[in-house]
């Protein structure tokens, strides 16, 4: 009796220290998590800000400075921002601590799948932490002001307590599970996405038990999960209802507030009496928690009232909006362009997992006596994982917004089917066995085999009698003789060794190679290439001169007064992503894009390259001009793909070579310094300041007569003959952000009031005639208009922006 309760011991459980319960896998563990903090954080203020990252960093800043912060659906969820603004008062404002968030849960993540075990096992949980560990795409968004790397982690939390749940039928995994779902909502609108396929799944399978067991409801745990994500994700969805309905989820008029408010309510109570029809006890403490969350990070700890609406409504109603837009306009098969650059490791195990599942449906691993609710638990984990793999690839191919940051979603449960697929490969190997029968010697065998193809493949033989031809010749013959040797090899020891083991090498061999070519990609794009656009993990990009003009600006700065207080100005064509680092300087001045004498009189200036030629009558010859690059795009070649044969180009050798050089050694047609993608921006200095203490570029100071103003003849001061408004705010002849304006044939002035959605009209003296327009979508209102004209005939023509569409009056 006691034979068959004994349980062998796994390798990975002997312990290492005696009888202690520290044991290699522990051990395993720790050094996943060191080398997960030694990645993540090294060099993590290296890399200038891109202008996403800006934009979360300085908003960030604005919270922690007192400024407040309100929530706006571009910039995603409210939990980026909280988060951001305490690690700024704890240690400090900084391209490093703006990082360091989404480092340490690139940190978690690696950690998460220790919790796994029981559904990939022991072997499959660590390969999942290592692949995590060296993923491109996500070690790079791990270092990277992004919400994703946020969602990645809450994604396993939820997982994690949703077959835990399944299997112990506890409830506090159940109030575990609704507070990641109010962390996913209050992250980004891609918790959508994944609610929605969690949604699916656990729709579909619990259709099924109740058609087996003929009950309703059923009393199971799949029924109860399937309530829980039920009930807390119906009310998120009430923008699209409102969609549905013909209206703007976006319309905060009151008119459109008290629509959306009545959507919502009807949603949400249908969701509370479900919730309570199901558990009266547990539900009111899952949604007190789901929605206490919610409302803290949405309204900022209550001084934000209407956060909780725009959480509500604006953050699906702009996301639906913006699929329209097609950001960035990629095809439908980019990311079967990207994956395979990064993601190679987990894209070929994980759909290799997919197969061998298919077709051997292996039987879940359980316990000895582990009752049916575990059985059936373990047995849903496989199918789920494969759906949630493919059904995200489906959806992100889909949706219109494809970019490289999104991959990392497509990466996550991809690396979890390739650990299912190592632990079923090596579960049952003996590696005392493999090493002592000559496994090594496969493996390192089976690697140089691949090497010697390859160079078999790249060469070509016969081709000329000169010396570089018979050199290439010579080369393909000893990759020949050498790979026929290595073949040899490796059949012998594959025959002495036994299929399975042999098997198992081989296997073990594919997962080291490929896993030291992504070792090296991910090497290169966050600590070789990270600031340059070789890399197809990046867009709309920062490139290096950002913090070589920013570092400039300080020296000159201190050199003049000694501190930062140096007087500059910047317009709307240069602010992203060099805003952040401009909160340093206390006496940047901005100019937008109107430059007028008084800021272009300053010692630097600073232009992007649409305002070139507006500053150029100011600056004269007055000043020196150093052109930079300020953002650059990764080259698009592959849009052209759908235009060209393909299989006719891949048999040309020097388009393989081409290729080879992009996915091995990031070399392009372009040299950096010539990227033909890329957003310029000059920094103008004064020739007197230059003169006397610039030394980043210029000439050596030299004493020089300054040359004569060519625009100063034809020069005239203008000054303002009347003002219009009375200020900022709502009230009549009040603008917020107006953008454009026209005269009617009789002299009056029409102001085209874009924040505040409307047209002020105003008579020949600049007093206040009248005004139409509100929020909406409805026949005269409008969405943060930026156009108008009137006609001849009196006619009023308005270029209604965000409604995508040109609005006539009389």
Not at 212 to 230: E, H, I, K, N
Not at 790 to 801: F, L
Request: proline share 5%; aromatic share 16%; net charge neutral.
């Amino acid at each position: 009796m006691r034979d068959t309760m004994t349980r062998t011991m796994h390798w990975l459980e002997r312990p290492i220290l005696g009888s202690t319960r520290w044991d290699i896998e522990k051990t395993l563990y720790l050094l996943l998590i060191l080398l997960a903090l030694a990645t993540r954080l090294w060099g993590l203020g290296w890399r200038a800000m891109s202008h996403d990252e800006s934009l979360h960093a300085v908003y960030s800043y604005k919270l922690y400075n007192g400024e407040g912060y309100q929530h706006d659906p571009m910039m995603h969820g409210p939990f980026l921002f909280h988060a951001n603004a305490l690690v700024y008062f704890l240690f400090g404002d900084n391209d490093f601590t703006a990082r360091l968030v989404p480092a340490l849960f690139g940190v978690v993540l690696v950690a998460l799948p220790w919790f796994m075990r029981r559904w990939l096992g022991r072997i499959g949980a660590l390969a999942a932490s290592f692949m995590l560990l060296i993923s491109p795409s996500i070690t790079y968004y791990a270092r990277y002001i992004r919400n994703d790397i946020y969602i990645l982690v809450y994604n396993v939390i939820f997982i994690i307590l949703m077959f835990a749940y399944l299997e112990r039928r506890q409830a506090k995994y159940l109030y575990g599970m609704a507070a990641a779902m109010a962390f996913m909502f209050c992250t980004k609108e891609v918790a959508y996405i994944f609610v929605l396929i969690v949604g699916l799944f656990l729709a579909v399978v619990t259709l099924i038990e109740i058609l087996q067991a003929r009950r309703f409801p059923p009393d199971s745990a799949l029924f109860d999960v399937t309530m829980l994500v039920g009930t807390l994700a119906l009310p998120m969805a009430s923008a699209f209802v409102v969609k549905i309905l013909g209206f703007n989820p976006l319309d905060y008029s009151s008119q459109g507030i008290l629509r959306s408010g009545i959507v919502f309510l009807v949603i949400q109570g249908l969701a509370a009496a479900l919730g309570l029809w199901w558990r009266k006890r547990e539900w009111p403490i899952a949604a007190g928690i789901f929605y206490a969350i919610f409302t803290l990070l949405y309204t900022t700890f209550f001084t934000n009232g209407k956060g909780f609406a725009t959480g509500i409504m604006g953050s699906l109603g702009y996301w639906l909006e913006q699929q329209g837009v097609q950001r960035g306009a990629q095809p439908w098969y980019y990311y079967g362009v990207v994956l395979p650059i990064y993601e190679f490791l987990p894209l070929l195990l994980g759909l290799a997992a997919i197969v061998v599942y298919i077709v051997f449906l292996p039987r879940p691993d359980v316990e000895a006596g582990a009752d049916a609710q575990v059985v059936r638990a373990r047995g849903l984990f496989m199918p789920f994982a494969i759906y949630w793999a493919l059904a995200t690839i489906f959806a992100y191919s889909y949706a219109g917004e494809k970019m490289p940051w999104l991959m990392v979603h497509l990466a996550l449960p991809l690396i979890i089917l390739a650990g299912w697929l190592v632990e079923r490969v090596f579960r049952s190997a003996d590696l005392r066995k493999l090493w002592s029968e000559g496994g090594p010697i496969l493996a390192l065998s089976s690697i140089l085999l691949v090497f010697a193809a390859a160079k078999l493949l790249s060469l070509r033989p016969f081709q000329g009698r000169d010396i570089a031809h018979l050199s290439e010749t010579l080369g393909w013959l000893a990759a020949l003789v050498v790979g026929a040797g290595l073949v040899a090899l490796v059949v012998w020891y594959f025959q002495r060794m036994g299929a399975r083991a042999g098997l198992q090498t081989l296997f073990g061999a594919l997962f080291i190679l490929l896993s030291l070519f992504t070792i090296r990609a991910m090497w290169m794009a966050n600590y070789i290439n990270y600031d340059y656009a070789t890399e197809h993990l990046v867009y709309a990009h920062a490139t290096p001169d950002i913090k070589i003009v920013v570092g400039d600006l300080e020296k000159l700065s201190r050199r003049l007064y000694g501190d930062m207080s140096i007087r500059f100005s910047y317009d709307d064509d240069s602010t992203w992503p060099l805003e952040w680092y401009f909160r340093k300087f206390p006496n940047a001045v901005y100019y937008g894009d109107q430059p007028n004498k008084d800021v272009m009189d300053l010692p630097v200036v600073i232009a992007g390259s649409k305002n070139w030629d507006k500053v150029k009558p100011f600056l004269g010859n007055r000043y020196y001009r150093f052109t930079y690059k300020l953002i650059w795009w990764p080259l698009e070649d592959y849009k052209e793909w759908p235009r060209q044969n393909l299989l006719a180009q891949l048999a040309k050798p020097e388009v393989r070579k081409k290729l080879w050089n992009a996915w091995f050694y990031r070399k392009f047609d372009y040299d950096p310094a010539e990227w033909p993608l890329r957003h310029e921006f000059a920094v103008f200095v004064r020739r007197d300041i230059a003169d006397q203490v610039w030394d980043f570029g210029a000439k050596p100071p030299e004493v020089v007569k300054m040359p004569a103003d060519i625009y100063l003849e034809g020069m005239r001061e203008v000054y303002s003959v009347a003002i219009i408004g009375t200020g900022p705010g709502a009230g009549e002849g009040q603008f917020t952000n107006p953008r454009n304006v026209a005269v009617g044939p009789d002299g009056s002035i029409y102001v085209l009031d874009t924040d505040n959605h409307r047209v002020q009209v105003f008579d020949a003296k600049g007093q206040f005639v009248r005004m139409w327009g509100s929020q909406g979508a409805e026949l005269g209102q409008f969405q943060e208009p930026w156009g108008i004209a009137v006609g001849k005939d009196g006619m009023v023509y308005v270029a209604d922006t965000w409604n995508h569409r040109i609005e006539k009056f009389t």
